[in-house]
């Protein structure tokens, strides 16, 4: 997935919510991708663009159970406090 591709900022507030100033796209989608697997990825990018489940099941090729238990684990990746820092602006 391209770092064009990936709504980085979407992403942050969809799990954190608005906790602060955000850096800049470029930034938040290399970090992403730096903690993120390519499918926790591609299934966050997924949901925050607004796709229905039956599509983003088809284009990921997953069951029901699997895919919530990626979003599970990329959420629990994202809100780890030690990642925090490298999200927001301090």
Known sequence: MKLSEIQSAQIITHLLGTRGALK?????????????TKKELKALNLLVS???????????????????????????????????????VL
């Open 24 to 36: 800049s796209e470029e930034e938040l989608a290399l970090c992403l991708k730096r903690h993120l």
């Open 50 to 88: 607004g796709a229905i489940m039956e599509e983003i099941l088809t284009a990921m090729n997953l069951d029901e159970a699997r895919y919530k238990a990626l979003v599970e684990s990329a959420s629990k990746k994202i809100k780890n406090q030690n990642l925090h820092k490298e999200f927001y």
